[in-house]
């Protein structure tokens, strides 16, 4: 059974940090990419990170870039999403997606929800102002 699963979510302050986890189970990690998105309430949901399967490179959004930074542990089947400098505006569900690349225009992370193949069912962040 193919299984994403979110964790590290939680209740944090501005200006703090927070890990997010994603656990992969029953695909071939390797030949994924992996991307974190988010939904906000009451908004659409919206890409963040994404790290490639073929070579590791690594995409964000401009609102997250030089804030958070998204990596993977292939041994643990794993991807993290570490946050800092969190925002008001961080506040989201966030989701780990697998799928078979990460697209990217003008150098950002630009979300093809269509192409992601497996979803998890998301982490809960809240960041108080």
């Known amino acids: 059974e193919v299984q994403l699963v979110e964790s590290g979510g939680g209740l944090v302050q501005a200006g703090g940090s927070l890990r997010l986890s994603c656990a992969a189970r029953g695909f071939t990690f390797d030949d994924y990419a992996i991307g974190w998105f988010r939904q906000a309430p009451g908004k659409e949901r919206e890409g963040v990170s994404c790290i490639s399967s073929s070579d590791s490179s690594t995409y964000y959004a401009d609102s997250v870039k030089g804030r958070f930074t998204i990596s993977s542990d292939n041994a643990k089947n794993t991807v993290y999403l570490q946050m800092n400098s969190l925002k008001p505006e961080d506040t989201a569900v966030y989701y780990c997606?697998?799928?078979?690349?990460?697209?990217?225009?003008?150098?950002?992370?630009?979300?093809?929800?269509?192409?992601?193949?497996?979803w998890g069912k998301g982490t809960l962040v809240t960041v108080s102002s």
């Open positions: 997606a697998a799928g078979r690349d990460c697209t990217v225009v003008a150098g950002l992370f630009h979300p093809d929800y269509n192409g992601m193949d497996y």
